[in-house]
């Protein structure tokens, strides 16, 4: 197993690699998508946060990811030690309609086409996306980790409606008319996740591109009245088998996993483990679950990270972890102490597995 380590769009630079491979991270996984943009909300020294008006805006839909530059990430992480093992992400601006099943469908089907063909040119494994309306939305954050440290938590539902012009907690279109989004039920967002990946899986399977699937964060069965399509642990085995394929895989969150209220979560590991789905691990813990949950530190919460390590160990995982987030610490560089601390934890684990092989 390999330790990662997930950075934003705007810490891809040569200070951030220099400490993710400190860190000892090997690989990266990266986000595309600049989700502190325009925010008003999203504090760039933490993981975004943002409010009823979202994550901030959107990017420009007329500009599709290109290999130029993703190139130039590749070769700046690889000069510092660092593999681009996944990008997380897709942009609104460029699939909101795939989302909605809006007019521009057919048009953003081939901008995800081309952005996956763009990805498997340049020589990047693997494509995290949370096919979700609302997305990461409702959360909040308090000082409730060990020693006081700011975590981010659920503390009940979160059921305001989705204003027109958002999608994936993020402003695509700032002329929108007034109003919300219709409610959907869930089967049609199943149904637009089969059209979704109908269209993707032959250009994934050709591009050499593997299409990894977030579940929903935070696992309530609807939230801002939208439905969800991985909100409890079997539904990730529904994902997999309505589209056999070995592009068909899950970025697998266990800080989301355990927030579920259905399943045991090293079953849940070992199932999908075994199957050989897990595509990188977001490597995080939580205490509690939907409705009210916190995260904590890695060593904090409700998981056994240990046990957890050792049944993909057990099942043949090889793939990259990553702390996804981390509670903030007390210090001047809150984010940083957090993802240090995570990543030294995951690091020493890694080693005491090694030792008890
Ligand atoms: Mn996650």
């Given at each position: 197993m390999k330790p990662g380590f997930g950075l934003y769009r705007h810490q891809l630079n040569d200070e951030h690699y220099r400490f993710a491979r400190q860190c000892g991270a090997t690989h990266l996984v990266i986000?595309?998508?600049?989700?502190?943009?325009?925010?008003?909300?999203?504090?760039?020294?933490?993981q975004p946060l943002g409010d009823d008006a979202g994550w901030g805006l959107a990017g420009d839909p007329t500009r599709l990811w290109s290999a130029g530059e993703l190139a130039a990430v590749k070769s700046a992480a690889a000069a510092h030690?660092?593999?681009?093992?996944a990008i997380e992400n897709f942009d609104p601006a460029h699939w909101h309609d795939v989302l909605l099943d809006g007019p521009q469908k057919a048009e953003q089907l081939e901008n995800l086409k081309s952005i996956i063909r763009t990805v498997g040119q340049v020589g990047i494994p693997t494509l995290g996306y949370n096919f979700s309306l609302?997305?990461?939305?409702g959360r909040i954050k308090g000082?409730?980790?060990?020693?006081?440290a700011e975590v981010v938590a659920v503390d009940g539902p979160c059921d305001k409606p989705i204003p027109k012009g958002m999608v994936w907690n993020m402003v695509?279109?700032?002329q929108a008319e007034p109003g919300n989004l219709a409610t959907i039920p869930a089967e049609e967002l199943w149904r637009r996740h089969g059209e979704f990946l109908d269209a993707l899986l032959p250009v994934a399977e050709e591009a050499g591109v593997t299409l990894a699937a977030h579940p929903d964060?935070?696992?309530?069965?609807?939230?801002r009245g939208q439905p969800r399509l991985?909100?409890?642990?079997?539904l990730y085995q529904r994902l997999i088998d309505r589209h056999p394929s070995p592009r068909n895989a899950l970025e697998f969150c266990l800080g989301t996993l355990a927030e579920m209220?259905?399943?045991d979560l090293y079953e849940t590991v070992d199932t999908y483990s075994r199957q050989g789905k897990i595509a990188y691990v977001h490597f995080r813990n939580v205490r509690g679950k939907v409705p009210h949950y916190q995260e904590t530190f890695v060593d904090e919460g409700d998981i056994d990270m240990l046990r957890v390590l050792r049944i993909l160990r057990r099942n043949g995982y090889t793939g990259v972890l990553i702390p996804d987030h981390a509670p903030q610490m007390t210090c001047a560089a809150p984010w940083h102490a957090g993802m240090a601390y995570a990543c030294g934890w995951l690091m020493a684990a890694l080693r005491a597995l090694e030792d008890t092989a």
């Open positions: 986000h595309w998508v600049d989700y502190f943009r325009s925010s008003r909300t999203n504090q760039p020294g933490d030690g660092l593999q681009v093992e609302a997305g990461v939305a000082p409730w980790g060990r020693g006081g695509y279109d700032r964060d935070p696992p309530l069965p609807t939230v991985v909100n409890q642990p079997g209220t259905e399943g």
